[in-house]
């Protein structure tokens, strides 16, 4: 898999998530950045865990990799993809700053 397909616009997450798709959503930020904002349904695997908690991301179905602005859920997904296998990831780009930008201007920015 290329690395353009590795990843996922905010834009097509949107679309897909509102289709009712069946995504499994990890946010690997720190817990105070997921408490003042994440995606709805996301489950919070702070990246510093990701080695003791792997089990938790799902080896069938979509995985979309979530954080600040895509570069910590770039590096899970390196992490998962090699140590692990997994092949159904995918990085959400630009994180939940273009995920605010692009989608939701409600959405908090920091």
Known sequence: ????????SPQELQQRLQAGEDLQL???REPREFDYCH???SVLIPLGELARRAEEIREQGPVVL???HGVRSGQALAYLRHRHG???????RGGVHAWALQV??????Y
């Open 26 to 28: 990890v946010d690997v």
């Open 66 to 68: 979530i954080c600040h």
């Open 1 to 8: 898999m290329d690395a353009m397909r590795m990843e996922i």
């Open 86 to 92: 997994l092949d159904n990831l995918l990085n959400l």
């Open 39 to 41: 995606l709805p349904g």
């Open 104 to 109: 939701d201007a409600d959405f908090p920015v």
